[in-house]
């Protein structure tokens, strides 16, 4: 799915237009990407599958902050993740960055091989963000449950 699809989806199902800004995030000018209840915006030093991906991460926090993510929906996702949906926005590692982490790469892959060649960087290592390590079960329960959201 692309960026500009999810976006129409959160503007139909939220009745609000999404704006995307294409510079450094207000309060976090080093930061990669951010976003409040009306917009989201990309650092401009990003490019390619790395700028999609964050943008698709900014997106899946603004369809969460407009009320799109049930809180049943978060506990099923935290549970098939491992943790408790009481984490959601707390600690190091929140839950909602997991979530958000999950659906730009889920939404950039449908099969596991293109999910392990969006994860892994030349160096062989992990590129996900929030130490988010899924393991097949989890990355198909998110991205699941994400995909049934979003349909």
Known sequence: MTAA???AIIAA???????????????QPE???CADKARVYVNPSLYGAER???????LMHLADFRGMVAPQARRRFA????????AWWRGKRPIAEWYAEAGAYCLLSRRDRDFAGLWVGFDGRLRAA???RPNRRQRRAACAQIRGMLA
């Open 5 to 7: 699809a999810l976006a």
């Open 13 to 27: 199902a939220t009745g609000a237009p999404v704006a995307v800004g294409h510079s450094a995030c207000p309060d």
């Open 31 to 33: 930061a990669a990407g």
């Open 52 to 58: 999609r991906r964050v943008l698709l991460h900014e």
């Open 79 to 86: 549970r098939s993740q491992g943790r408790s949906d009481r």
């Open 130 to 132: 929030y130490h988010w």
